[in-house]
C-alpha cells in the first residue's frame, strides 16, 4: 500500500505491508532510530511519538494508519541546534539512566505540558503513567518535566513559545478545531 507522510517535517511517500507498525516504519524505512522498540505491547511508552500532535504509542499504529498525517518523532524536536526545552531539561536534570525510555518520556512530557502548561508532581506523574523507566529514573524525570514547563510558558523566550504555539495548532487540527480534519 502507497502512503504519505511527514516525518519531524519531510514528506516521504513509501510502500508498506498493511501490517506494518508506524514504528517500524519509521526505524527500518525512515531511520528514525531515536523513536525505540521497548515492549511491542504498547505496555512501556518507550515508542511514544506526536502524530498531528498528540502523543502515541507507535506500536500500536499502523503504518497506513498514519498515510496523511504528521509525525514527530524525538529527532524532530531540536529546532537550529537548539534542544527542545524538555529535552534540555531532561539534560540539566539527570533526567535518564540507561535513556532507554527518554526519547517516549520526552514526547509524552510535551504533550502532558501542551494541556497542563503548569503541573504539579502528581500530575506529572499521572500524565507519564503510560511510560515506563526501568532505571527507576522518576524523581529526575519528574524533577525534568517541571523545569521545563517553567521554559515553556508564555514569555519563557522566543523558542519556547514557538514550539509550544507549535503543539497548540496541532492540537486544533487534530480535533477539527481551527483546520480540517
Do not use: W
Amino acid at each position: 500500500m502507497r502512503i504519505t507522510v511527514t516525518v519531524d517535517g519531510t514528506d516521504y511517500t513509501d510502500e508498506v505491508e498493511p501490517r506494518t507498525l508506524l514504528v517500524q516504519h519509521l526505524r527500518e524505512t525512515l531511520g528514525k532510530t531515536g523513536t525505540v522498540v521497548g515492549c511491542d505491547t504498547s505496555n512501556c511508552g518507550a515508542c511514544t511519538v506526536h502524530l498531528d500532535g498528540q502523543s502515541v504509542k507507535s506500536c500500536s499504529v499502523l503504518a497506513v494508519q498514519a498515510d496523511g498525517c504528521e509525525v514527530t518523532t524525538v529527532e524532530g524536536l531540536a529546532r537550529d541546534g537548539q534542544l527542545h526545552p524538555v529535552q534540555q531539561a531532561f539534560q540539566d536534570n539527570h533526567a535518564l539512566q540507561c535513556g532507554f525510555c527518554t526519547p517516549g518520556m520526552i514526547m509524552q512530557s510535551i504533550d502532558l505540558l501542551a494541556d497542563n502548561p503548569n503541573p504539579d508532581e502528581e500530575a506529572v506523574r499521572e500524565g507519564l503513567e503510560g511510560n515506563l523507566c526501568r532505571c527507576t529514573g522518576y524523581q529526575n524525570i519528574v524533577r525534568a518535566v517541571r523545569d521545563a514547563a517553567g521554559h515553556m510558558r508564555p514569555g519563557a523566550g522566543p523558542e519556547a513559545e514557538q514550539v509550544g504555539e507549535q503543539v497548540a495548532e496541532g492540537r486544533r487540527t487534530a480535533s477539527g478545531v481551527g483546520g480540517e480534519s
